[in-house]
């Protein structure tokens, strides 16, 4: 969706307003006007954003964080924009990351609740004997 509203808000740029704008000039030698996913400072997103260790607790732990950095990120462009058109589908963004942080803690709830329960596995039982 991010991507969508970068899109709409660039694909009629004229020249001048690119060149009058010298962090998008940069971006738009690179990439034109394609969506090329970046952070704000520029770095490119990777693979290396996702933290997966492949144990339960670690995993939803490392979900609840990334929830709650989308949240602080739709926090401030929400404090940046004016737009109807962007505030809105960053507002609904902002509250599915509310959502889904919750159902992840959730789930952590359930895990440790379960830790000890005959038959579960909170770790890989073919490394875990």
């Known amino acids: 969706m991010i991507a969508t509203i970068v899109h709409q808000l660039t694909r009629n740029l ?55 950095k989308a949240r602080v990120t739709y926090d401030n462009i929400l404090r940046l924009v004016d737009d109807p058109d962007i505030i809105e589908p960053i507002k609904f963004l902002r509250e599915r990351e509310i959502v889904h942080y919750q159902r992840f803690g959730e789930g952590l709830r359930v895990v440790t609740d379960k830790l000890n329960s005959k038959n579960f596995y909170a770790f890989n039982p073919s490394f875990d004997k």
């Open 14 to 68: 004229t020249e001048k307003q690119i060149e009058d704008n010298p962090n998008f000039a940069a971006y738009f030698v690179d990439h034109t006007t394609g969506v090329y996913p970046t952070s704000a400072s520029g770095a490119p997103w990777n693979a290396a954003y996702i933290g997966v260790k492949g144990d339960t607790i670690a995993d939803l732990n490392e979900d609840l964080a990334a929830e709650q």
